[in-house]
């Protein structure tokens, strides 16, 4: 863009692609030894494999937002946690724990 004339410097077609998972995520499911879905108010809903928990977050509606941290746990496992929100459903906590340090 050009910044003084505010104007785009190509005029091109951007195709939206569907939502992928970022390689940190991705790296967090494949090394999961544990997976737990839960609500807002902290209530258990599921404890999926690796493989439905990177189904089900690629498939996240639109409109939804995916927030992530990347932590370790005080034994030194490495903890992904995920925070999807529903336009309509509101949020869901997904903690990953990884397998040993």
Do not use: K
Not at 34 to 44: A, C, K, L, P
Not at 65 to 75: F, N
Not at 94 to 99: L, S
Request: charged share 25%.
């Amino acid at each position: 863009m050009d910044q003084q004339n505010r104007t785009p410097l190509r005029a091109e077609t951007i195709t939206p692609e569907p939502a992928r998972l970022d390689d940190p995520l991705r790296r967090a499911l494949d090394g999961a030894a544990e997976i737990t879905v839960r609500d807002v108010w902290g209530s258990v809903w599921s404890r999926p494999t690796p493989q439905d928990a990177a189904a089900d977050l690629a498939d996240t509606p639109e409109g939804s937002t995916v927030e992530e941290w990347h932590t370790t746990t005080p034994a030194g496992r490495p903890l992904t946690v995920v925070r999807t929100t529903h336009p309509q459903y509101g949020p869901d906590i997904w903690v990953i724990v990884g397998g040993a340090a």
